[in-house]
């Protein structure tokens, strides 16, 4: 089952090639995948059945983000790089080696143009990788038709059939000089590089003229090649030479808020990507400015060779603040990579608020909904209570606030409980409920919508006592928060005469109540868990000999916790202006109870047992 954040990422997901980067709820990266349809694909993890490694993976999904590339090409090889980068422990086939073919130029006297799926030191060229074998085979064949090179093996004492068929160069039939085979694999390198102009044009003409006579087959054929050079050779932007040591830095601009991306290109390989959205006071080229110097500086980034920038950007003054070129392209793989992170920002700033968006939704829907199910206008407002104490010890209440479905903590109370002993929870309803409205009435302050007391019946009706009775606040409704024997938030009890009122698990209203009891419970036990540790530290305080009022308030001033009293040394205590046997006397009392108490074989103190 997926988190809420996995939730609300999913509904905003984009219909766009990229990568996506699967993380643990350490944040560690444990997949890497890519997808001609983010939306579609990463969708599918979380919305389908699984079984095997795959369901495995998926229990382990915490969060994901993604990178958005211009076409499917750009994102297997983004996908690749970020593989070899990263090594997540699922890619397991990639973490190796890459399972995508490469069309590679043998480095021999008679070269051949073969498929290989491993890339080796062995001085051959190699191209891709390619999308699939089918695409890689099929532009193989188009190229040995067009530039041919040996595809016979050398064992071969005549022409072979291929010749005959223009498809080998006939090495086999007659030596073939060195520029004849320089020159074909200029064409084949030009090629694949990118250069089919010449080639394209030549096939939609023979695909025009099948058609004008009726040989659809052949028609066919020629469409498919056409489909397959495009997806072979078409701009491989990721990998582009023109990426060797640079940096490209791009921003989105938008209510107020700028989303920055970065590109760190190092060996032709996007290596990282980094992210960063914050409130912006000025020009955006101004923060941006900064944010580059600072990369660098504070980060210590290393420099690349040469960073890319949008326009608008004071290039000279980068450049001689950095010592490095900037330069803002304005045409080409440059400009391309430039528009990509360009594109990353906005979809970043735009799914940011999309998110706060959905949330600040689902909080208000929750709110109301549950307003809905208690039959209430509205609860905009709701002031929660609880109670902490230990068999009747250091009584205390909490009081948290949420609005529209959110906490709001500046407005929680804490309140110590002054005339009740033990663990009584009516009156201890009674006198935190007295005092918290009593004020408002007073302050003509402005009402909650609606009172949770975590308990049931006895806390509600104790709170419609004090509220209807001492107050004459009848149009209050205070409502009880009741959990079950697992101490699990249950079902809400309210109305007059009190009635159960159920709520479904699966519901907002029910999730809001889960948060609201679960947040008042910690408030509360942490305030007890203060005041009794107050205590403890002026108990001890008090049974010291030489202790008074002054000093003990000095000492708890000072170090405000018994553990940090513990943690300090006698002539810390003396630095206060104690004497040294009575701060020796307070160390000892410190340590009291504890296993390893430095003291403990000290029957009384003495001048030199420190």
Known sequence: MANQLIENKLKILPDRPGCYIMKDDHQRIIYIGKAKNLKNRVRSYFKSSHTGKTAQLVSE???????????????????????????????????????????????????????????????????????????????????????????CSKNEKRACFYYHLGQCIGCCDHPISKETYEKQIANITRFLNGDVKTIKDDLHKKMAKASEEMAYERAAQYRDQIKYIEQTVEPQSIMSKQYNNRDVFAFYMDREWISIQVFMLRQFTVIKRDSSLFACY???????????????????????????????????????????????????????????????????????????????????????????????PSLHVIESFDHSNIQGTNPVSGMVVYEDGKPNKKKYRKYKIKTVEGANEAETTREVIFRRYSRLLREDAPFPDAIFMDGGAIEVNAARD??????????????????????????????????????????????????????VDRWANTFHRQVRSKHSFVSRLDNIKGVGEKTRTKVMRHFKTIKNLREADVDDIRALGIPEKTALAIHQAAWEGQKDNPYQHDTEPTNDAQ
């Not at 970043?348 to 600040?360: C, G, S, T, V, Y």
């Not at 009775?469 to 309210?494: E, F, R, S, Y």
């Not at 009190?498 to 519901?507: A, I």
């Open 466 to 519: 004090v509220l209807e009775n001492q107050l004459g606040i009848d149009w209050l409704p205070v409502i009880g928060m009741v959990k079950d024997d697992k101490h699990q938030t249950n079902h809400l009890v309210a109305g007059d005469p009190l009635k159960r009122v159920p709520l479904s698990p699966e519901s907002q209203a029910f999730h809001l109540v889960q948060r609201i009891q679960i947040e």
């Open 61 to 151: 999904i915490a969060d994901f983000e993604f990178i958005v590339t211009n076409s499917n090409k750009e994102c297997l090889l983004l996908e690749i790089n970020l593989i070899r980068k990263y090594k997540p422990h699922y890619n397991i086939q990639l973490k190796y080696g890459t399972m995508y073919p490469y069309l590679k130029i043998t480095n021999e006297r008679d070269p051949q143009l073969v498929i290989t799926s491993e890339i080796k030191d062995d001085g051959g060229k190699y191209f891709g990788p390619y999308p699939d074998v089918y695409a890689a085979s099929a532009t193989r064949d188009l190229l040995q038709k067009t530039y041919p090179l040996r595809k």
């Open 282 to 376: 000025g020009e955006p080229t101004d923060e941006l400015t900064s944010f580059i110097v600072q990369y660098y500086q504070e980060k210590n980034h290393t420099l690349p060779k040469e960073i890319l920038v949008p326009e608008g950007i004071d290039t000279e003054l980068l450049s001689e603040t950095l010592g490095i070129s900037v330069k803002t392209p304005k045409r080409g793989d440059k400009k391309k990579m430039l528009d990509m992170a360009t594109d990353n920002a906005r979809i970043a700033h735009e799914q940011k608020f999309k998110l706060l968006r959905m949330n600040d939704e689902k909080t208000r829907g929750a709110a109301q909904e549950l307003a809905d199910v208690l039959r209430l």
